[in-house]
């Protein structure tokens, strides 16, 4: 008699995308994340943490992370037998690295500075790394 036992894939699956450091680009680098997370068939809960972190993370590259005709770009990499998502935002502006130790004290009428904020409570844990030449990559990990 046959028994088949169910496998599960324990490939790393990777995606990487140049996206303009624009409004549009970041919104653009959300869905992107959401279409590919859904395809690797990510759970519901995890693609909603990864969508806003991505979301955070692309609107400050093109915000602050930006220089005229540089584009920022997306990479995300799944490693299912670590069980471990990577979200890597990579700008033109290595000048300009985001504080490790946010500000919780954002008052509540701020129309801005939640950023980071949001991703502290929603990643496992969070970075920067150089980009040479002149660049940074932001980077977040959230557990599967």
Same mark, same amino acid.
Not at 45 to 64: D, F, G, M
Not at 77 to 102: M, Q
Not at 112 to 120: K, M, P
């Given at each position: 008699?046959?028994?088949?036992?169910?496998?599960?894939? &324990?490939?790393?699956?990777?995606?990487?995308?140049?996206?303009?450091?624009? #409004? %549009? +680009?970041?919104?653009?680098? %959300? /869905?992107?994340?959401?279409?590919?997370?859904? &395809?690797?068939?990510?759970?519901?809960?995890?693609?909603?943490?990864?969508?806003?972190?991505?979301?955070?993370?692309? !609107?400050?590259?093109?915000?602050?992370?930006?220089?005229? +005709?540089?584009?920022? #770009?997306?990479? /995300?990499?799944? @490693?299912?037998?670590?069980?471990?998502?990577?979200?890597?935002?990579? $700008?033109? #502006?290595?000048? %300009?690295?985001?504080?490790? +130790?946010? $500000?919780?004290?954002?008052? *509540? @009428?701020?129309?801005? $500075?939640? +950023?980071?904020?949001?991703?502290?409570?929603?990643? $496992?844990?969070?970075? &920067?790394?150089?980009? *040479?030449?002149?660049?940074?990559?932001?980077? !977040?990990?959230?557990?599967?």
């Amino acid at each position: 008699m046959n028994v088949s036992t169910p496998h599960t894939s &324990t490939a790393v699956s990777t995606f990487a995308q140049q996206l303009s450091s624009t #409004r %549009r +680009g970041a919104r653009l680098a %959300r /869905l992107l994340a959401a279409a590919e997370l859904q &395809t690797w068939q990510v759970s519901p809960s995890v693609v909603e943490r990864a969508e806003q972190i991505v979301a955070e993370l692309s !609107a400050n590259a093109a915000l602050h992370g930006r220089v005229q +005709g540089r584009d920022f #770009r997306l990479a /995300l990499r799944l @490693d299912p037998a670590a069980g471990l998502l990577r979200i890597e935002v990579t $700008d033109a #502006r290595g000048d %300009r690295l985001p504080c490790a +130790g946010t $500000d919780f004290t954002t008052p *509540p @009428d701020a129309e801005s $500075d939640r +950023g980071l904020i949001l991703v502290t409570a929603l990643a $496992d844990r969070w970075g &920067t790394e150089p980009y *040479p030449p002149g660049g940074k990559t932001v980077w !977040a990990e959230c557990g599967l």
